[in-house]
């Protein structure tokens, strides 16, 4: 089994044609959405065709996705945000599929993991999977009624015999592939974060959106953006809050996104007394009204222990709001020796002093957001996309 860090090299791509499925995509907002989303539309700059197989959302498909097969799809009780797709409908699709395709690309590992294997299996094709969500540390928030041991259990296993039946696995940070390993994970693994477009360097207008929401521009403001989901660890930033109001009683947290987590939120905040600190803004555009946000905040704050990778660290970086964040699992790849990020202890207390000193020191928060962007633009999504049809190309040459 091998573990590797791709370095680009430039030559000319081979014509292909990819097949991604995936369990989610929008107008469902979430970190493996964007992460499609941006590869796929690198890759079609290099010249390699995709086409994407997801769940039909009730809202609709968003304009301006090329090439998305919309399959009917179920609710599901649990996580209504999320559809589960009809396999019936996927092999209709295939039976009726004219295009011929060179590889399968799997991104979740639900109804799309299954189809996308029946669908290699049936062309002879490889197919890999890219491994986005850290299972172990997730299930026991939504099925809490059986025991934290048993669930990790399960989902080491599940892990395990799921990246065994592909050709390969991509990975998007050193701590998911030693994750893997320690789960005994055979295939290859490839190191391949998402990367950044370049559009999400424009510049936003944080003076704009501060008068929208009448906050005053010296108000120091937290921010967070991300799904409103209990393995996001957002109560940890609400105590963190609560501690640095204690110097700073004008300090405002805004937490932008939504989820299953949004309801046990406002009421914790309500529990609290932090009413006058804390804002629930929802979705935001992200062509405008986030990133203006970006550009707004004073610094974002992060404290998730789960992360893959932390897209949403970069995003904020590339538009000059520096980072403070637990390094923990995914986070460390962005966090470390990385000016403009700040390494926070898991500790609410060491947190907030660590906040307030911030906030209290604007010519070094100035100077970290210019670190920051700086540093973000080492994460190019073209180069990334350029790692992975390195990938694609060598698990072709594999098969020959």
């Excluded at 403070?324 to 020796?337: C, F, H, K, Y």
Aim: charge should be neutral.
């Amino acid at each position: 089994m091998s573990v590797v860090e791709l370095q680009h090299t430039p030559h000319s791509m081979p014509a292909m044609n990819i097949l991604m499925i995936s369990d989610v995509y929008f107008p469902r907002i979430n970190g493996v959405s964007t992460s499609i989303e941006t590869f796929r539309s690198e890759l079609t700059q290099l010249g390699l065709a995709s086409c994407l197989v997801a769940p039909a959302y009730p809202q609709g498909a968003e304009p301006g996705h090329q090439d998305v097969v919309p399959i009917p799809s179920r609710f599901l009780p649990l996580d209504p945000e999320d559809r589960m797709m009809k396999r019936s409908a996927i092999r209709e699709w295939m039976r009726t599929q004219p295009r011929k395709f060179d590889l399968v690309h799997i991104h979740t590992p639900f109804v799309a993991h299954y189809a996308g294997l029946e669908i290699a299996r049936a062309l002879d094709v490889p197919v890999t999977a890219s491994y986005h969500t850290y299972f172990e540390e997730y299930l026991h928030h939504y099925v809490p009624f059986l025991p934290r041991r048993t669930l990790k259990a399960v989902a080491r296993r599940f892990s395990r015999r799921q990246c065994n039946e592909l050709d390969a696995v991509i990975v998007p940070s050193k701590a998911m592939a030693e994750t893997l390993l320690e789960y005994g994970v055979t295939r290859p693994l490839h190191i391949l974060p998402t990367g950044l477009r370049e559009e999400r360097f424009a510049n936003g207008d944080g003076e704009a959106f501060r008068r929208r929401h009448g906050i005053p521009p010296e108000r120091p403001l937290l921010l967070f953006v991300g799904r409103v989901a209990f393995e996001k660890n957002i109560e940890f930033l609400l105590d963190v809050v609560q501690r640095v109001r204690q110097t700073r009683p004008d300090v405002l947290f805004l937490i932008t996104g939504e989820g299953p987590a949004l309801a046990g939120l406002r009421k914790s905040v309500q529990t609290m007394g932090l009413e006058e600190n804390v804002r629930f803004l929802g979705y935001l555009d992200r062509r405008q009204a986030l990133t203006d946000c970006y550009q707004a905040a004073d610094l974002f704050v992060f404290a998730s222990r789960t992360e893959t990778q932390g897209l949403v660290l970069l995003e904020a970086m590339a538009l000059g709001c520096p980072v403070q964040a637990l390094s923990i699992m995914g986070t460390r790849d962005i966090l470390e020796n990385t000016p403009g990020a700040i390494v926070a202890e898991d500790n609410p207390a060491t947190f907030a002093a660590q906040t307030l000193s911030l906030l209290e020191d604007r010519t070094r928060l100035k100077q970290l957001g210019e670190a920051a962007r700086a540093s973000a633009r080492r994460w190019s999504a073209r180069e990334m996309a350029q790692r992975l049809g390195q990938v694609y190309e060598g698990m072709l040459k594999a098969r020959q």
